[in-house]
Every structure is written in C-alpha cells, then in structure tokens.
Nanobody, 115 residues
C-alpha cells in the first residue's frame, strides 16, 4: 500500500510564497514521475508541474517562472516552491505519483491566495 501525504498549503497574500511537499510512503520499488495538479472550484483538475526520475521538468504556462518543482534527496519526496502567487492560483493542490503501471493520488492541500 502506497500513501502520499501533502503538506504546506495555507492562506497567503498575493505576491507571497508557499512551499508544498509530498512524501510517498509504503511498499514500492521505484517512482517514475511525480506531478502536482490543482483543481479550483468549478474547474477541471489541471497539471501544474511534473518531474521525472532523471530530473526533467515540465510546467503549465500559467506558472512558468514562478513555480519550481524539485525532488528531495530521498527521492520519495517532491516539493513545489510557489512564488509570486496570484489569486488565480487558489485551488486544492494534489500530488500524483506514477510507479510502474500504477498511479497514486494524495488527499490534496488547500492553497488560498488573497488579493
């Protein structure tokens, strides 16, 4: 059983920063990709940023230059540094991990950016 635990969400003013973390625990061999998604009220879930085992990253156009995804030294952790936050970044942020043919989701962490 694999569990993903996210942390770091909260309330911040526009222009501020937050750092999200996701830790994968349980029994698994290797992680292929780790990705952050978000879902705002009334909207579909969208990809924010992803990182592969070789360190390749991809970002949504809306967050390029403001958000940075990274993996921890233990390789079972993924972080999302979010700077210059905007009210439109308000959403529940979800961690997604692909291990072989299986995909796992975290429970989500709320990020609220006030104007």
């Amino acid at each position: 059983q694999v569990q993903l635990v996210e942390s770091g969400g909260g309330l911040v003013q526009a222009g501020g920063s937050l750092r999200l973390s996701c830790v994968a625990s349980g029994s698994f061999f290797s992680i292929n990709t780790m990705t952050w998604y978000r879902q705002a009220p009334g909207k579909q879930r969208e990809l924010v940023a992803g990182i592969t085992t070789d360190g390749s990253t991809n970002y949504a156009d809306s967050v390029k230059g403001r958000f940075t995804i990274s993996r921890g030294n233990a390789k079972n952790t993924v972080n999302l540094q979010m700077n210059s936050l905007k009210p439109e970044d308000t959403a529940v942020y979800y961690c997604n991990v692909v291990m072989g043919f299986r995909t796992y989701w975290g429970q989500g962490t709320q990020v609220t950016v006030s104007s």
